[in-house]
């Protein structure tokens, strides 16, 4: 707890030093990430800028980030340790990436985590200065904050700008918290992480069976366990579903605004919970048609996790309809 707290007050020589001695370490404890410095790889940047290249060096990427006078971008400054609120500002960030706004997002800051097991875990902004709008976003793998984008969150009421993003981590799995200003803000806050023990992921498995198959349920008495990079903070209930044969699926929540839901946004996760996002979506059409559907090419015998989840808040009763993307839907009464 006091390290949190010294390193915690912006103190950028600290940082720096701590950064460096954390950089070895982790390239050394994870050979395998795949931290190539592409950009190419991440199919959710939707014209985010390039977080790759935040001193303007075009697209010759230094040998190995050792040339003379080359700064690496290292976006993630301290540990992030479970269960302990870490307090900071925004403001001694650099604005570089944008989570989960595409309208020009202020400095932020990121936060290495190590999941200590597998399972659902939660990241939060417990408080933040009332005229900060902050955004919270998880990005895979090493402090260059190039990874693969796994999730994000905005506000995750109606009544608050607070972000919080529930995620599905593997035992030692890496990741980055970054916590963001929208429309250039920038302002103070703790962050916290808490492992949600009592939840599972998948919350069921859809038998095989001819389609098109419609799930019924409600999320009106879930909890937020999941976010896609599409937001997503509303309670949800995750379906794994493995596709019959190679083609093209349609996933979608039509008729569940008339059954009762507010607002349902789906996303989809490739093999399992803790998988890369294939697709994440709110509306079908923005503000006019508040039903969710996502179109995927699949594999035979590909398995996905189909999260049925609501825009900030919103739940209620759903039908999920899984469909081959040839064929319309049933008609859900
Ligand atoms: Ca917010
Ligand atoms: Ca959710
Ligand atoms: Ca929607």
Redesign the pocket.
Known sequence: MARIDAIGKNHRGVRAGLMAGWLVAACASTPGDDDDGSVEHDPHDHGDGDPHDPEGHGSGDPPDGHGEGFEPYLCASQELILGVALSDHTGSGRAELEMCHTEASGAELGYHFVAPAEGLYRFRVESHDEAFDPTLGIIRGGPACDGERVACSDDRGRDTRLPEV?TYLTAAESVIAIVDGKVGATGPYTLVVEAMADERCPDEVIDAGPLPIVVYGDTSDEL????GTCS?????RSYLWTAPYEGRFVFETVGSVALGHDDPLLHVRDGGCGGGELACRDDIEAGVDLESRVELELAADQTVVV?V??WIDQSGPFALTIRPANRPGRVVD
């Not at 937020?224 to 976010?227: E, P, V």
């Not at 997503?232 to 949800?236: E, F, L, V």
């Open positions: 529930g937020n366990t999941l976010n997503g903070s509303g309670p949800d999260v989840d609501g």
